[in-house]
């Protein structure tokens, strides 16, 4: 069961947290999350699962940053969640994908008990222009059945930024 966008704003302050909340972003059955200012970009050519690779921090101007085709960003939402009892989801909006931007190549999917800001994982198949604090994607949450244990991952939860892949720390 997915929430309803007015079950989603009753839950707010209590099971669901979403600072700053504005109710202008507050859709039928989801809550639009903006793009926050800055960017990471990987500067290596290959990227090593066993190693922490390097990025560079990027910021997007208000005039507007041209994002190229084949190439990985990492982004992050301006917006911090907190979810209890829900399992949020992410997915980019359908007026950004129609523009041919991936706004998550793969991560979209929350655990329950997340804290965080969201890293964006963002893919272009046509050159484009973004600007900070476009709503980017939206948040929705699935009711959870049964009992569950909320996430503590020691790599991404209370998170305070974008986050690059910590996949290396598994290989310790």
Excluded at 17 to 36: A, R
Excluded at 100 to 105: A, S
Excluded at 129 to 135: A, D
């Amino acid at each position: 069961m997915i929430l309803s966008g007015k079950e989603i704003e009753k839950k707010i302050g209590k099971e669901i947290c979403i600072e700053p909340f504005n109710k202008s972003q507050l859709n039928s059955n989801s809550y639009n999350l903006k793009l926050h200012n800055e960017l990471l970009v990987y500067e290596e050519p290959v990227l090593d699962m066993k190693k922490e690779n390097k990025a560079k921090k990027i910021v997007i101007p208000p005039e507007g940053l041209l994002l190229e085709t084949g190439r990985l960003y990492l982004g992050r939402t301006l917006e911090h969640t907190t979810t209890d009892g829900y399992v949020p989801m992410l997915e980019g909006r359908s007026s950004i994908g129609r523009l041919g931007l991936f706004v998550h190549v793969t991560a979209g999917f929350g655990d329950v008990g997340f804290s965080g800001f969201w890293t964006l994982e963002m893919f272009c198949v046509h050159p484009i222009i973004i600007y900070p604090e476009t709503e980017i994607c939206q948040i929705f949450y699935h009711k959870i059945e049964g009992e569950y244990e909320k996430y503590t991952s020691n790599k991404y939860q209370n998170n305070k930024g974008i986050q690059p892949s910590l996949l290396f720390k598994d290989f310790k």
